[in-house]
């Protein structure tokens, strides 16, 4: 033990392995994406090579791939809408609860996450088929036969259905950060408990909702495995285009140029978001 | 009937019983202080009366109203939380208006009352800030005018005062006597401070370990403790074991480990084993020679408006406060007399435990 400590870049070293990681597994891939996107793509040979913006120029003028962005996010907005609204308030309830009860719910809540996406995407289809359970209870009720399927709103279903976790779970903890007392002083002024709940439980709870609607966000505007099997293939979204993209026309810098289109768009909308909610609790809750 | 009246109120958590049978009356307008040590119940006893937990058994009414169950949105008390609970996304303002806002008070007539109630806790430069803005005393501060803006029939105090500094607590606690006596609000203060309960209490109830063990005024509660207890929790005393060695009509004779001490006779009889109490401030220190026993300082402290000395003696170590006159006070190491009224001894049956060792009983 020669050396000054001090000197140690001890930070430095500590976070290689992760940056390792990262640079490996995610910004190399990504950095590839997004330089094979600026590749001219020719038909007959299949060659990529050179230097082009074509592919965005195509992606941008094109209504059919504009269409698609705009279902891609108002389905992404609608499952995050409906997770918020189902999530904070199961959240709100689970950590009202005592256990066992309360180990025991969460760990339904949880559940979901044990299985595969695509197991559930299957079990969404095989439910909603012609078929399937929910049909023949339709048919039972004289309601005759439904098409269930392939259309947005059960996308929107099965997507709530997958990212409910995500939601939760940060709620969840901001919840448990709560001093109860908080609440209690709220109900001491005569407040309803509805009204303790809205303006004193949500307010402070709101950088939970925040990263829970992000993450919810973020994951169903890029989903692949749930409209795939689930819009079929006539409902597109971005990501099911980008695999089209990919590996039927074989076009891939047509595919990365979207790629890189979806990251973007994302990446604004959720910083948009961020900044705009964060803004209002920053002062307040630090 | 009293105002406020808790019966024979019990709280468990599993097996350990945080308050145990306590019963309480207090009238309308009268200010109660619940002293006792850190974890007593005392703060369980109050979040009964406010509604947030539930007792395992007994009764609270409030006004004749059995209140024992109701929820604690219909009480309607003022309450200032151990942890002062603010709420931390709404400004100093809004914290204290909300309470208004509940009752429905029109827009117009919350920002005066408002207003005045910061006024009063001297943070009116405050209003616009948020609560992780402030210091703790000023958060504490907050929370006290949020529970008086209302102007509830019953404010409950959970340690209201603890983290200010003396000048402030003493004008808060003159603030809050004001109120109680203006508007005749009934309060209940938690404090383990006993010079704040004794201050500004009409009765004190000391708590010991989930049970009242004493109801009654400060002066009492000081002069006269019912258990050797609160003797030793409520400011300082001597505590000296020994055995009663000769009674009389009027005077019996304790032998304190060999050494005969003379007090009031009381209801004694020989053989008892009892504990005697003498404060400091009850012990005068006379020259040498004189007075009841011999001593030596051992050790003194300046109190600012008294002295405090630890004297040995053949009784072991005494305290002995005497008042700060100007004189020039004892030297350690210098021999003195110990003298006192056989009257201002207090007696308690029975043993200590442990012989205390005085500079442990330092409150
Ligand atoms: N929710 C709870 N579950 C289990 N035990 C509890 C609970 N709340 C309080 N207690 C116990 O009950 C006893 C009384 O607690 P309480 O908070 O009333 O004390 P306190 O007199 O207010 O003390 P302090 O002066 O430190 O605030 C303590 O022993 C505490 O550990
Ligand atoms: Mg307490």
């Given at each position: 033990m020669s050396a000054a400590p001090a000197r140690l870049p001890t930070p430095l070293i500590l976070s290689a392995p992760a940056a390792l990681l990262f640079g490996a597994l995610i910004l190399t891939p990504l950095v590839l994406t997004a330089l094979l996107s600026f590749n001219e793509f020719e038909h007959a040979t299949g060659r990529t090579h050179g230097f082009t913006v074509a592919h965005y120029a195509a992606v941008l003028s094109d209504s059919y791939y504009l269409e698609i962005f705009l279902r891609t996010f108002r389905v992404a907005a609608l499952a995050t809408a409906i997770c918020v609204v189902i999530g904070v308030p199961e959240a709100y309830i689970l950590s009202r609860m005592r256990n066992p009860w309360r180990s025991v719910f969460l760990l339904v809540v949880l559940a979901?996450?044990?299985?595969?996406v695509v197991v559930r995407a299957f079990g969404w289809s095989m439910l909603l088929g012609p078929e399937g359970p929910v049909n023949a209870v339709l048919m039972a009720l004289g309601f005759g036969r439904m098409r269930l399927l392939y259309n947005e709103g059960t996308v929107i279903v099965a997507l709530v259905h997958v990212m409910l976790p995500f939601m939760v779970i940060p709620v969840w903890t901001s919840l448990q950060k709560l001093d109860p007392a908080v609440e209690q002083a709220a109900l001491s002024f005569g407040a309803s408990r509805a009204t303790a709940i809205v303006r004193v439980v949500a307010p402070q709870i709101l950088p939970g909702i925040l990263s829970g609607s992000l993450i919810v966000f973020g994951l169903s505007a890029s989903a692949f495995a749930i409209p795939g099997l689930l819009g079929g293939r006539r409902l597109k979204m971005v990501a099911t285009i980008v695999y089209d993209q990919y590996l039927s026309d074989l076009n891939w810098p047509m595919g990365a140029a979207v790629a890189v289109l979806l990251l973007a768009a994302n990446l604004i909308v959720m910083l948009t978001y961020h900044r705009v909610v964060e803004g209002h609790y920053r002062r307040r809750l630090g | 009937m009293s105002f406020l009246e808790l019966k024979d109120i019990t709280k468990s958590y599993g097996t350990l019983?945080?308050?145990?049978?306590v019963t309480l009356s207090v009238e309308k307008g009268e200010f109660v202080s619940l002293l006792g040590p850190s974890g007593c119940g005392k703060t369980t006893t109050l979040q009964m009366i406010a509604g947030f937990v539930e007792p395992t058994s007994g009764t609270i009414r409030l006004d004749g109203r059995d209140i024992t169950h109701a929820k604690a949105n219909s009480r309607g008390l003022g309450i200032v939380f151990q942890s002062y609970?603010?709420?931390?996304?709404?400004?100093v303002f809004d914290n204290v208006s909300f309470g208004l806002e509940m009752q429905r008070v029109p827009k117009s007539d919350r920002r005066p009352r408002v207003e005045e109630a910061l006024e009063l806790v001297h943070?009116?430069?405050?209003?616009?800030?948020?609560?992780?803005?402030?210091s703790g005393g000023q958060r504490q501060r907050v929370a006290l005018a949020r529970a008086i803006v209302i102007r509830p029939p019953v404010l409950l105090l959970?340690?209201?005062?603890?983290?200010?500094?003396a000048k402030l607590r003493e004008a808060m606690q003159f603030e809050l006597r004001d109120i109680q006596r203006k508007v005749g609000t009934t309060t209940v203060m938690v404090t383990h401070d006993q010079a704040e309960a004794f201050s500004i209490s009409d009765r004190v109830v000391v708590m010991e370990s989930g049970r009242i063990t004493q109801i009654d005024q400060p002066y009492r509660i000081y002069e006269h403790p019912e258990t050797e207890f609160i003797s030793r929790f409520v400011g300082k005393t001597n505590l000296l074991p020994g055995t009663v060695q000769a009674v009389n009509d009027r005077a019996a004779t304790v032998s304190l480990g060999g050494v005969p001490v003379e007090i009031d006779a009381g209801a004694l009889v020989r053989g008892d084993t009892v504990t005697l109490c003498i404060r400091p401030e009850k012990l005068r220190l006379t020259g040498t020679g004189l007075g009841r026993l011999p001593g030596r300082v051992a050790e003194r402290y300046f109190l600012g408006s008294q002295w405090l000395y630890h004297i040995d003696g053949p009784l072991g170590t005494l305290m002995a406060v005497t008042p700060n006159d100007g004189s020039a006070p004892l030297d350690t190491g210098e021999p003195v007399g110990l003298d006192w009224t056989p009257s201002v001894v207090r007696v308690h049956r029975g043993r200590l435990a442990e012989a205390p060792d005085p500079t442990l009983e330092a409150h």
């Amino acid at each position: 033990m020669s050396a000054a400590p001090a000197r140690l870049p001890t930070p430095l070293i500590l976070s290689a392995p992760a940056a390792l990681l990262f640079g490996a597994l995610i910004l190399t891939p990504l950095v590839l994406t997004a330089l094979l996107s600026f590749n001219e793509f020719e038909h007959a040979t299949g060659r990529t090579h050179g230097f082009t913006v074509a592919h965005y120029a195509a992606v941008l003028s094109d209504s059919y791939y504009l269409e698609i962005f705009l279902r891609t996010f108002r389905v992404a907005a609608l499952a995050t809408a409906i997770c918020v609204v189902i999530g904070v308030p199961e959240a709100y309830i689970l950590s009202r609860m005592r256990n066992p009860w309360r180990s025991v719910f969460l760990l339904v809540v949880l559940a979901p996450l044990l299985v595969s996406v695509v197991v559930r995407a299957f079990g969404w289809s095989m439910l909603l088929g012609p078929e399937g359970p929910v049909n023949a209870v339709l048919m039972a009720l004289g309601f005759g036969r439904m098409r269930l399927l392939y259309n947005e709103g059960t996308v929107i279903v099965a997507l709530v259905h997958v990212m409910l976790p995500f939601m939760v779970i940060p709620v969840w903890t901001s919840l448990q950060k709560l001093d109860p007392a908080v609440e209690q002083a709220a109900l001491s002024f005569g407040a309803s408990r509805a009204t303790a709940i809205v303006r004193v439980v949500a307010p402070q709870i709101l950088p939970g909702i925040l990263s829970g609607s992000l993450i919810v966000f973020g994951l169903s505007a890029s989903a692949f495995a749930i409209p795939g099997l689930l819009g079929g293939r006539r409902l597109k979204m971005v990501a099911t285009i980008v695999y089209d993209q990919y590996l039927s026309d074989l076009n891939w810098p047509m595919g990365a140029a979207v790629a890189v289109l979806l990251l973007a768009a994302n990446l604004i909308v959720m910083l948009t978001y961020h900044r705009v909610v964060e803004g209002h609790y920053r002062r307040r809750l630090g | 009937m009293s105002f406020l009246e808790l019966k024979d109120i019990t709280k468990s958590y599993g097996t350990l019983n945080a308050v145990s049978d306590v019963t309480l009356s207090v009238e309308k307008g009268e200010f109660v202080s619940l002293l006792g040590p850190s974890g007593c119940g005392k703060t369980t006893t109050l979040q009964m009366i406010a509604g947030f937990v539930e007792p395992t058994s007994g009764t609270i009414r409030l006004d004749g109203r059995d209140i024992t169950h109701a929820k604690a949105n219909s009480r309607g008390l003022g309450i200032v939380f151990q942890s002062y609970a603010l709420f931390p996304h709404m400004t100093v303002f809004d914290n204290v208006s909300f309470g208004l806002e509940m009752q429905r008070v029109p827009k117009s007539d919350r920002r005066p009352r408002v207003e005045e109630a910061l006024e009063l806790v001297h943070l009116a430069a405050y209003a616009g800030r948020y609560p992780r803005e402030l210091s703790g005393g000023q958060r504490q501060r907050v929370a006290l005018a949020r529970a008086i803006v209302i102007r509830p029939p019953v404010l409950l105090l959970d340690e209201p005062l603890s983290n200010l500094d003396a000048k402030l607590r003493e004008a808060m606690q003159f603030e809050l006597r004001d109120i109680q006596r203006k508007v005749g609000t009934t309060t209940v203060m938690v404090t383990h401070d006993q010079a704040e309960a004794f201050s500004i209490s009409d009765r004190v109830v000391v708590m010991e370990s989930g049970r009242i063990t004493q109801i009654d005024q400060p002066y009492r509660i000081y002069e006269h403790p019912e258990t050797e207890f609160i003797s030793r929790f409520v400011g300082k005393t001597n505590l000296l074991p020994g055995t009663v060695q000769a009674v009389n009509d009027r005077a019996a004779t304790v032998s304190l480990g060999g050494v005969p001490v003379e007090i009031d006779a009381g209801a004694l009889v020989r053989g008892d084993t009892v504990t005697l109490c003498i404060r400091p401030e009850k012990l005068r220190l006379t020259g040498t020679g004189l007075g009841r026993l011999p001593g030596r300082v051992a050790e003194r402290y300046f109190l600012g408006s008294q002295w405090l000395y630890h004297i040995d003696g053949p009784l072991g170590t005494l305290m002995a406060v005497t008042p700060n006159d100007g004189s020039a006070p004892l030297d350690t190491g210098e021999p003195v007399g110990l003298d006192w009224t056989p009257s201002v001894v207090r007696v308690h049956r029975g043993r200590l435990a442990e012989a205390p060792d005085p500079t442990l009983e330092a409150h």
